[in-house]
């Protein structure tokens, strides 16, 4: 483990982690539940640095029944999601806590929204970087580099950090 970087505290059986445990990967993810032979199995949560988690039930490694759950207590149902759908486009926290007062939007499901630095944009699990094609997360750790179809997907799709004049524009009109 240490030369992947990863960590563990729990139980042992003949120099395999078996029992309860928690298993800690180089980029601050968690495992938190038992284990046979060196492996998930039975209960347990993967606990995401940005707060979500998925609680499963794992069978030697593979997750055979379980749940994600978004940082805002949002449970991802498969069927009948109802979140954020074609009719219904409110935050998850709009939807808990109601709307807010006309002329103060509310651009992501966090309260307080966070400040993107000028030149990044914000993806959803952290910050852009388009120059280098970094994804950092919101402490500023490496998580990512992003390929061509998710730097389009970003550039094209996600809030960014700076301002651009819009508006008349002389050019347009001849």
Request: charged letters at 30%.
């Amino acid at each position: 483990m240490e030369y992947t970087g990863s960590k563990y505290r729990g139980d042992w059986n003949e120099g395999c982690m078996e029992g309860n445990g928690l298993y800690t990967f180089p980029t601050d993810t968690k495992y938190e539940g038992e284990m046979k032979d060196g492996m998930f199995h039975g209960d347990g949560t993967l606990l995401f640095p940005n707060g979500s988690k998925y609680v499963a039930n794992w069978e030697f490694g593979y997750a055979k029944e379980g749940k994600y759950i978004f940082s805002d207590g949002l449970e991802f149902e498969e069927k009948d999601w109802k979140y954020c759908d074609g009719y219904d486009r409110r935050f998850y926290t709009e939807i808990c806590n109601g709307m807010k007062p006309a002329g103060r939007s509310q651009l992501t499901n966090k309260i307080p929204d966070c400040e993107i630095p000028v030149g990044c944009y914000d993806c959803g699990d952290g910050f852009y970087m388009p120059d280098t094609r970094v994804i950092v997360d919101y402490d500023m750790k490496f998580l990512r580099n992003a390929d061509d179809d998710e730097h389009e997907w970003i550039t094209r799709t996600c809030r960014k950090g700076w301002d651009e004049i819009i508006g008349y524009q002389s050019t347009l009109l001849q």
